[in-house]
C-alpha cells in the first residue's frame, strides 16, 4: 500500500507571492489534516478535512486555506507569504480523523522556503 | 491553558541502554494522547495511542504509559538501538465538540555507540 504523498518535496517562494501544496492519502483513507512545523514553534495543526468537509481549524490566519477533493487528495494553499511562513508542512491521513483513536500516517512533508 | 510539556528536552544515552521520556499536559476535556518518533528531515511516524480508559500501551521496544489522574505519559524505550535516535513527541487531543491536537515541544534524543 503506497504511504501518504506530498509534492513538491521543497519549494522556494518570495514575500508576497502564493503557493499550494498537494497530498496524496494513503488509498481509503477519508481524512487528511495539515501541520506546520518550525524550529521555534515546533508542530502546529492548520487544519483537518474529511469527506471534502473541513472538519476542524487550527489558529492560524485566513491567508492559509485548504480543500479537499471527492478523491481524498487535498491541497493548501497559502496567500501573501510571509518570512515566517518558512516551515515544513505536514500532512497526514487516516481513516476517520484525528478525534479517532485510529493511526495517523504523515508524508515526508513540503519544504517552503520564503525569502 | 491547554498545555503539552515534554522533558527533558534532550537526551543522551549509549546503546543498549533504557530511558524514559515524560509527557505532563494540562488538557481539558482529554480525547487521546499519541506518541510519535520522528528522525531529521522524515514525517513523525505513530508509536502508540490511547485512551482515557488505557493506562499502557506497547509497541515493540516502546512502551508508553498513561495516568489520566495526573495527567501524565511517559514513554519507554527498552534497549535502545542506534536507529532510536531521533525526537519523539507527545501528542494530545481534546474534545471540545470539534477536536484540537496539541503537540509536546518533543524529546530529542541521542544514541550513542
Known amino acids: 500500500k503506497a504511504g501518504v504523498t506530498q509534492t513538491p518535496r521543497y519549494l522556494i517562494k518570495t514575500r508576497g507571492q502564493q503557493v499550494t501544496l498537494s497530498c496524496s492519502p494513503i488509498?481509503?483513507?477519508?481524512?487528511v489534516s495539515w501541520y506546520q512545523q518550525t524550529p521555534g514553534q515546533g508542530l502546529q495543526f492548520l487544519f483537518e478535512?474529511?469527506?471534502?468537509?473541513?472538519?476542524n481549524k487550527g489558529n492560524f490566519p485566513g491567508r492559509f486555506s485548504g480543500r479537499q477533493f471527492s478523491n481524498s487528495r487535498s491541497e493548501m494553499n497559502v496567500s501573501t507569504l510571509e518570512l515566517g511562513d518558512s516551515a515544513l508542512y505536514l500532512c497526514?491521513?487516516?481513516?476517520?480523523?484525528?478525534?479517532?483513536?485510529?493511526?495517523?500516517?504523515f508524508g515526508p512533508g513540503t519544504r517552503l522556503t520564503v525569502l | 491553558k491547554n498545555q503539552v510539556e515534554q522533558s527533558p528536552q534532550s537526551l543522551i544515552i549509549l546503546e543498549g541502554k533504557n530511558c524514559t521520556l515524560q509527557?505532563?499536559?494540562?488538557?481539558?476535556?482529554?480525547?487521546?494522547l499519541r506518541w510519535y518518533k520522528q528522525d531529521t528531515g522524515r514525517g513523525p511516524v505513530s508509536l502508540t495511542i490511547?485512551?482515557?480508559?488505557?493506562n499502557t500501551k506497547s509497541n515493540g521496544r516502546y512502551t508508553a504509559t498513561l495516568d489520566a489522574d495526573t495527567k501524565q505519559s511517559s514513554l519507554h524505550i527498552t534497549a535502545s538501538q542506534l536507529s532510536d535516535s531521533a525526537s519523539y513527541i507527545c501528542?494530545?487531543?481534546?474534545?471540545?465538540?470539534?477536536?484540537?491536537?496539541?503537540f509536546g515541544a518533543g524529546t530529542r534524543l541521542f544514541v550513542k555507540a
Open positions: 497526514a491521513s487516516s481513516s476517520q480523523g484525528q478525534g479517532v483513536t485510529d493511526t495517523q500516517y
Open positions: 488509498s481509503g483513507h477519508r481524512s
Open positions: 478535512y474529511f469527506s471534502e468537509t473541513q472538519r
Open positions: 509527557c505532563n499536559y494540562t488538557v481539558s476535556p482529554f480525547s487521546n
Open positions: 490511547m485512551t482515557f480508559s488505557e
Open positions: 501528542v494530545v487531543t481534546l474534545n471540545t465538540g470539534g477536536f484540537k491536537t496539541i
